[in-house]
């Protein structure tokens, strides 16, 4: 059975899965968790990140606000379900990430710069106060998710290049840095290959550490008739060289099949951005934007998402 590396989190939400559903992730009964409703002055609150914190939850949230400008916003939480969003505008951009790495907490989000979107670093120890580092990458990129440690005495970060638009092309790369400051060894990890990923992917939560490689949640972008449609794939990395893919599942693992999905501001979106991970008992919960409006949870066990990408490998067909 795989196995998590890391920490027990005993109150992470959670939800069985429904009696005779057969696949590997399924939704919270209790969906949509947050609404432009948690805080004046929003529009959509959606593709957000969270992370454990004093016994509690602690998150960075994206929300559009009424004059649609994208902002990010704190918020905490006792169960990870129920939040409270703060006013305070930490920073402008878009699509956060959140990890803890040696008891800081480091955001990286879709920053806005004059020349397109740069990957922006910043660091925390309360949430409350926030130094910025320097702009990982310039220009243009998105999605850019580190790993919750260093990996041979390095920080890494996965990223995808892009235009200043929105980008009808995309594959997932990764960079180190010795300091948080430069940035380089940049490796290719995978590009699109099935069709419901093939026009883009890009990293989702922060990878999760198992026996088995780096649980690595994303999402693939499908070009149809109707426009775009986001889902969410899995696949496992090589725990000391990440850049090499181990096992990737060749079908979906959550699509746009809810209201709250397929009806938003943006039509046929799920966009995982965060996933908490219990040591203890394998359980995952999954944050993910719905339809660029809401935010959504589902779940999954590490045995069973880990078995399941093996059981559907893309690498395998080769």
């Excluded at 939704?27 to 948690?38: A, E, H, L, M, Q």
């Excluded at 920053?111 to 120890?125: M, Q, S, Y």
């Amino acid at each position: 059975m795989a196995r998590i590396i890391g920490s027990s989190i005993p109150n992470l939400p959670w939800e069985e899965k429904p009696e005779n559903f057969r696949y590997p992730v399924w939704r919270y009964s209790g969906n949509p968790i947050i609404t432009r409703d948690n805080l004046y002055g929003a529009n959509s609150i959606f593709n957000s990140a969270v992370v454990p914190f004093k016994g509690g939850f602690a998150g960075v949230f994206r929300v559009d606000n009424i004059s649609r400008d994208h902002t990010l916003v704190v918020g905490f939480s006792d169960d990870a379900i129920n939040w409270k969003l703060e006013e305070k505008v930490i920073f402008k951009g878009f699509d956060p990430r959140v990890c803890e790495i040696d008891g800081k907490y480091y955001l990286s989000w879709v920053n806005l710069r004059p020349k397109g979107t740069t990957i922006g670093l910043a660091v925390t120890t309360d949430f409350m106060e926030w130094e910025q580092l320097e702009d990982a990458c310039y220009p243009v990129a998105r999605n850019g998710v580190l790993f919750p440690r260093k990996i041979g005495d390095e920080y890494v970060l996965l990223i995808r290049p892009c235009d200043k638009g929105h980008t009808p092309y995309g594959d997932i790369f990764l960079s180190h840095s010795k300091d948080l400051t430069y940035w380089g060894k940049h490796r290719f990890v995978m590009s699109p290959v099935k069709n419901w990923e093939s026009t883009k992917v890009g990293a989702g939560p922060t990878p999760i550490e198992t026996d088995e490689g780096w649980l690595m949640f994303y999402h693939g972008v499908l070009t149809s008739c109707n426009g775009f449609t986001y889902s969410m794939g899995a696949a496992i990395l090589d725990l000391e060289k990440p850049w090499i893919v181990k096992h990737r599942a060749d079908c979906f693992l959550l699509s746009p099949q809810e209201i709250y999905e397929y009806v938003g501001d943006v039509p046929n979106v799920v966009f995982p951005c965060a996933a908490l991970a219990d040591s203890d008992t394998g359980r995952i919960a999954i944050y993910y934007g719905g339809a660029d409006t809401v935010v959504a949870l589902a779940f999954t066990t590490v045995d069973e998402v880990v078995s399941f990408v093996k059981e559907h490998d893309l690498l395998g067909d080769k």
